[in-house]
Structures are given as structure tokens and as C-alpha cells.
């Protein structure tokens, strides 16, 4: 059963955690699985993936936040909490760096290199209900409490640098859910108890400075049904909002800079959703409920009647003017023109090795692509039958020579089989312990202690006995929408 997630930063591959533990990986093209990791025991509740594709981070319900390495399925390190992780976020521009958000507890910035980690300072230190998310490249980081206050730290000194409260029409404070950014541009939302969704400007925080009282850019909310919100994110451009509903699997989608209401996409009546995902590229939204992930997208009508761009379709015959010498095989007023414009284009040379960069992968500040990013993954056929492979050696090569199987080419594929497969890691990775003071350590996930059919809840987290060899993975199915450019 899929619980959260997450695409890279190309929309290319599609992170789910898996309440069995697991994480398996998407690639969205092909709509297959390319990777099965086995990375916790208990239920994956948050993930993230680095900048350049090549790490994942996720955070599991027994408090342990593991990074790891995408294309080997091996654990770099890992990092044990005193209290459930609700998030986790790697530096939009330094791999090195991982924000966490634990239950109870102040932000924590980690250090990966030398596992240090920073307690971010709070506005209330009684009140630990905190949720906290990086800016668009990372410069600054913001918090919000329960209390409605809003916090603005520098990433690399902690220091503060901005501030404000969130507050209703009557001025009571209402507590900070969530806080995202969008891919482009210096907006962000704040997703308030309150069932109502703020959009700010971030330069116009920064500008106002500490208790400052910027006005947000557009209030969203269901008027009619107060509709409490789960999920909330940016289009890949950064002009849509989506939010997805608390009480039922529906989507809500708003314009950005006029503030309607676009669409509402509709699931499975009785489902709850749980996670939400926009595409960074294409207009596609991955949504989760009842350990399904849907994908939503627009349903392409395809129209093979007009080939060139001035062609026109037309539904009768209608009557055409001919041009002087329009349709003449030879124009004998002609005069003999000179080369300008496309004529003139056919002499210069055409340079056909030059790779333009694809303008959605890079961002504002930056000319070219990463070079070294991770678009896909490699995956290796399968064969059913191995005993009738002519141009493999015999499955039992290694055990009639004698040799050691350490040293032997199928020997060292099964070695890297169960990492590739989802099995253990080759090397042990490092543990280290976040101490962290007055934080309770018997506090529960809130995926584990929902309120409703406890027996339910205690079967599905965790992975089963006996299913070393089984594999449980979501399942996966498309909805088609119409309406959305």
C-alpha cells in the first residue's frame, strides 16, 4: 500500500513509500517499476530526492531517517529520532544538507558529511508544534507554529530575518499545517488550520521584515462545503494550485493569479487521501488514497485532418480567389528575386551536434543543464528460463569449477542481486543517534494512531512475517480529465 510520493526534479521518476517499508521507484514514462528498495521495516511517511537525481532521502515510522543511494539501492547512513519525523526536505541547492521536522520538537537541520545536526530556534518554546520548509533555493528557511507565527531564518547562521502572524478576520491566530514553495517564481502557501489556503510573495516578507503584516496575494477556500485541506502544492510553473481534500479523495484546482476555481477532480467516493504530487513538468497530478496511486491527465484528443500550421479544416466547400499567377506552373511576370529570408537560410550551415538545454529543466539562474543528473534508471531484462540462455554459462558454472564465488562473474551478480532487488545492503551503514532535549519519546505517527479501526491500522503497518520473498507494491491506475491546459 503507497503512502506518500514524490517525483525528481524531472518528472522523469516517481518515488512511493510503501507501508510495508519500501520504496519503489517509478519511471514515469514507461509506467513500470524500475527500482524496489527495501529500506525500512515500518511504513515510509515522507521522502524527498536530491537535486541531481542520485539520492533519496525518507524518513520511516519508528523515528529512523535513511539516506539512500538510488542507482545501487544501498543505505548511505542513517539517523535514529526520539519522535516520529512529519517531514523531511533536502537543500534545494546543497545535497549535504536534510531539514527535518520532528513530532514535538523544533526543526532540525542535518549535516550529512559530518552528521551534525542544528536545533532551529522557535518563536514559543512551549509550544514544539512546528513545521518548516526551505525557500526555492534554499537561503532561508521558514517556520510556522501552532500559534499562527511565521519565521523566517537565514539556512547557514539560524539568524532571524523576517517574521509575521497568520491571522484570521477576527484576529484569533490559527495554526501552520504546511508550508510549500513553488518551482518558479517567489511564491509560497501556507495551508492553515483554519481551512484556508494563503499565498504570499516572499519578497514581500523579506521586504516587511520582523513583525512585519504582509497581505497575502489570494485566500483559497471551499466556501460551500469548508473543506479542511490534507495536500497542498504548486503546478510545475508555479500559475496552478492544488489542494487535496481532507474528508474525501477530491482535488482542488485554482488559478494562482486570479484566485477561481478551475476544477474539481473527483476519486473513489469512501477513500481518504493521503498524499498529492504535482508533476514539475508536464500538467499531471499523482494522488494517493486506500494505497493507490492515481495519476490525473488530460484526456489528448488526437487530429491527424490538418498537417500544416495554416491548414484550415473546413466543414464545406467554400469559394477561393485565385491570386494572380498563383497556380501557374511558371510565373512569366516573375522577376528574378534575391536570396532574403528562407531562401537566403538554405546556404547557412546548420549546426546539428549543438544540444540546446530544455528550458523546464533548468532554473532562472542557470544557463545549462546538470550534466550528471540521474533521468533514469537502468533496468536489466529479465530472463524467464536461464537453462536455455546459448550465450550465458551453465547456472551451475560456479559450482562445477570449484572457484571461489567471490571472484566468479555470477557469483558477483548474485552478490549485487539483492540490492538491485530490494534485499539487504552490501556494506553496513552508519547510525547515529539525534539527541535531542525534552522531546517525548513515546509520541506516535499520526498515519499510525488515526482514529477509527485500530486492527486494520495494526495489520497494515509494518511489513508481514514470512514475506521476505513476497513483494507488495502499489498499485497504479490512470483517471482522464478534461479542462486543464
Same mark, same amino acid.
Given at each position: 500500500?503507497?503512502?506518500?510520493?514524490?517525483?525528481?526534479?524531472?518528472?522523469?521518476?516517481?518515488?512511493?513509500?510503501?507501508?510495508d517499508?519500501?520504496?519503489?521507484?517509478?519511471d514515469?514514462?514507461?509506467?513500470?517499476?524500475?527500482?524496489?528498495?527495501?529500506?525500512?521495516?515500518?511504513?515510509?511517511?515522507?521522502?524527498?530526492?536530491?537535486?541531481?537525481?542520485?539520492?533519496?532521502?525518507?524518513?520511516?515510522?519508528?523515528?529512523?531517517?535513511s539516506?539512500w543511494?538510488v542507482?545501487?539501492?544501498?543505505?548511505?547512513?542513517?539517523?535514529?529520532?526520539?519522535?516520529?519525523?512529519?517531514?523531511?526536505?533536502?537543500?534545494?541547492r546543497?545535497?549535504?544538507?536534510?531539514?527535518?521536522?520532528p513530532?514535538?520538537?523544533?526543526?532540525?537541520l542535518?549535516?550529512?558529511?559530518?552528521?551534525?545536526?542544528?536545533v532551529?530556534?522557535?518563536?514559543?518554546?512551549?509550544?514544539?508544534?512546528?513545521?518548516?520548509?526551505?525557500?526555492r533555493r534554499?537561503?532561508?528557511?521558514?517556520?510556522?507554529?501552532?500559534?499562527?507565527?511565521?519565521?523566517?531564518?537565514?539556512?547557514?547562521?539560524?539568524?532571524?530575518?523576517?517574521?509575521?502572524?497568520?491571522?484570521?478576520?477576527?484576529?484569533?491566530?490559527?495554526?501552520?499545517?504546511?508550508?510549500?514553495?513553488?518551482?518558479?517564481?517567489?511564491?509560497?502557501?501556507?495551508?492553515t488550520?483554519?481551512?484556508?489556503?494563503r499565498?504570499?510573495?516572499g519578497?514581500?516578507?523579506?521586504?516587511?521584515?520582523?513583525?512585519?503584516?504582509?497581505?497575502?496575494?489570494?485566500?483559497?477556500?471551499?466556501?460551500?462545503?469548508?473543506?479542511?485541506?490534507?495536500?497542498?502544492?504548486?503546478?510545475?510553473?508555479?500559475?496552478?494550485?492544488?489542494?487535496g481534500?481532507?474528508?474525501?479523495?477530491?482535488l482542488?484546482?485554482?488559478e494562482?493569479?486570479?484566485?477561481?476555481?478551475?476544477?474539481?477532480?473527483? #476519486?473513489?467516493?469512501?477513500?481518504?487521501?493521503?498524499? /498529492?504530487?504535482?508533476?514539475? !513538468?508536464? =500538467?499531471?497530478? %499523482?494522488?494517493? @488514497? $486506500?494505497?493507490?496511486?492515481?495519476?490525473?491527465?488530460?484526456?489528448?484528443?488526437?487530429?491527424?485532418?490538418?498537417?500544416?500550421?495554416?491548414?484550415?479544416?473546413?466543414?464545406?466547400n467554400?469559394?477561393?480567389?485565385?491570386?494572380?499567377?498563383?497556380?501557374?506552373?511558371?510565373?512569366?511576370?516573375?522577376?528574378?528575386?534575391?536570396?532574403? #529570408?528562407?531562401?537566403?537560410?538554405?546556404?547557412?550551415? /546548420?549546426?546539428?551536434?549543438? !544540444?540546446? =538545454?530544455i528550458? %523546464?529543466?533548468? @532554473? $532562472?539562474?542557470?544557463?545549462?543543464e546538470?550534466?550528471?543528473?540521474?533521468?533514469?534508471l537502468?533496468?536489466?531484462?529479465?530472463v524467464?528460463?536461464?537453462?536455455?540462455?546459448?550465450?550465458?554459462?551453465?547456472?551451475?558454472?560456479?559450482?562445477?569449477?570449484?572457484?571461489?564465488?567471490?571472484?566468479?562473474?555470477?557469483?558477483?551478480?548474485?552478490?549485487?542481486?539483492?540490492?538491485?532487488?530490494?534485499?539487504?545492503?552490501k556494506?553496513?551503514?552508519?547510525?547515529?543517534?539525534?539527541?535531542?532535549?525534552?522531546?517525548?519519546?513515546?509520541?506516535?505517527?499520526?498515519?499510525?494512531?488515526?482514529?477509527?479501526?485500530?486492527?486494520?491500522?495494526k495489520?497494515?503497518?509494518?511489513?508481514?512475517?514470512?514475506?521476505?520473498?513476497?513483494?507488495?507494491?502499489?498499485?497504479?491506475?490512470?483517471h482522464?480529465?478534461?479542462?486543464?491546459?
Amino acid at each position: 500500500m503507497a503512502l506518500t510520493c514524490t517525483f525528481n526534479r524531472w518528472g522523469t521518476l516517481l518515488a512511493v513509500g510503501c507501508n510495508d517499508g519500501r520504496i519503489v521507484i517509478w519511471d514515469f514514462l514507461t509506467r513500470g517499476i524500475a527500482k524496489i528498495i527495501s529500506a525500512h521495516i515500518h511504513p515510509v511517511c515522507s521522502l524527498c530526492w536530491s537535486r541531481d537525481g542520485h539520492k533519496l532521502v525518507s524518513a520511516s515510522t519508528d523515528n529512523i531517517v535513511s539516506q539512500w543511494d538510488v542507482l545501487t539501492g544501498d543505505c548511505d547512513q542513517r539517523f535514529r529520532f526520539p519522535s516520529p519525523i512529519l517531514k523531511l526536505q533536502y537543500h534545494p541547492r546543497d545535497m549535504d544538507k536534510v531539514l527535518v521536522c520532528p513530532m514535538k520538537s523544533a526543526p532540525v537541520l542535518l549535516t550529512l558529511s559530518d552528521s551534525k545536526h542544528v536545533v532551529l530556534p522557535v518563536d514559543d518554546d512551549s509550544d514544539l508544534n512546528v513545521v518548516a520548509a526551505f525557500d526555492r533555493r534554499g537561503e532561508y528557511i521558514y517556520t510556522g507554529n501552532a500559534k499562527g507565527k511565521i519565521l523566517v531564518l537565514n539556512t547557514n547562521t539560524q539568524e532571524l530575518v523576517a517574521s509575521f502572524r497568520v491571522t484570521t478576520g477576527t484576529s484569533n491566530t490559527t495554526a501552520i499545517k504546511s508550508i510549500e514553495f513553488a518551482r518558479k517564481g517567489s511564491c509560497f502557501l501556507i495551508n492553515t488550520a483554519d481551512r484556508i489556503i494563503r499565498v504570499y510573495d516572499g519578497r514581500e516578507i523579506l521586504t516587511c521584515g520582523r513583525d512585519g503584516e504582509p497581505e497575502p496575494m489570494q485566500k483559497l477556500q471551499d466556501l460551500v462545503n469548508r473543506t479542511p485541506w490534507k495536500r497542498c502544492c504548486f503546478s510545475g510553473d508555479g500559475e496552478y494550485i492544488v489542494a487535496g481534500s481532507a474528508r474525501q479523495h477530491a482535488l482542488y484546482i485554482w488559478e494562482k493569479s486570479i484566485g477561481n476555481l478551475v476544477k474539481i477532480l473527483h #476519486g473513489t467516493r469512501g477513500e481518504l487521501l493521503l498524499d /498529492v504530487a504535482w508533476h514539475p !513538468v508536464r =500538467p499531471i497530478i %499523482a494522488s494517493i @488514497s $486506500s494505497g493507490v496511486v492515481s495519476i490525473w491527465a488530460q484526456n489528448q484528443v488526437e487530429n491527424w485532418s490538418a498537417f500544416a500550421p495554416d491548414f484550415k479544416e473546413l466543414d464545406e466547400n467554400v469559394e477561393y480567389e485565385e491570386r494572380e499567377s498563383e497556380f501557374d506552373i511558371e510565373d512569366e511576370d516573375k522577376s528574378e528575386p534575391e536570396q532574403t #529570408g528562407a531562401d537566403a537560410a538554405e546556404d547557412e550551415e /546548420v549546426d546539428v551536434t549543438t !544540444v540546446d =538545454p530544455i528550458a %523546464a529543466f533548468c @532554473s $532562472s539562474d542557470e544557463e545549462l543543464e546538470d550534466h550528471k543528473a540521474l533521468l533514469y534508471l537502468p533496468i536489466a531484462p529479465e530472463v524467464e528460463d536461464p537453462e536455455e540462455n546459448p550465450f550465458g554459462p551453465p547456472p551451475d558454472a560456479s559450482v562445477q569449477s570449484g572457484a571461489p564465488e567471490d571472484t566468479l562473474t555470477g557469483g558477483d551478480k548474485k552478490q549485487r542481486q539483492p540490492s538491485s532487488e530490494g534485499g539487504p545492503a552490501k556494506k553496513k551503514a552508519r547510525t547515529t543517534t539525534i539527541e535531542l532535549q525534552g522531546v517525548p519519546s513515546d509520541e506516535v505517527h499520526p498515519l499510525l494512531g488515526v482514529k477509527g479501526d485500530g486492527k486494520s491500522k495494526k495489520k497494515t503497518a509494518g511489513r508481514p512475517k514470512g514475506s521476505k520473498g513476497s513483494l507488495v507494491t502499489p498499485s497504479y491506475k490512470q483517471h482522464d480529465i478534461g479542462g486543464m491546459d
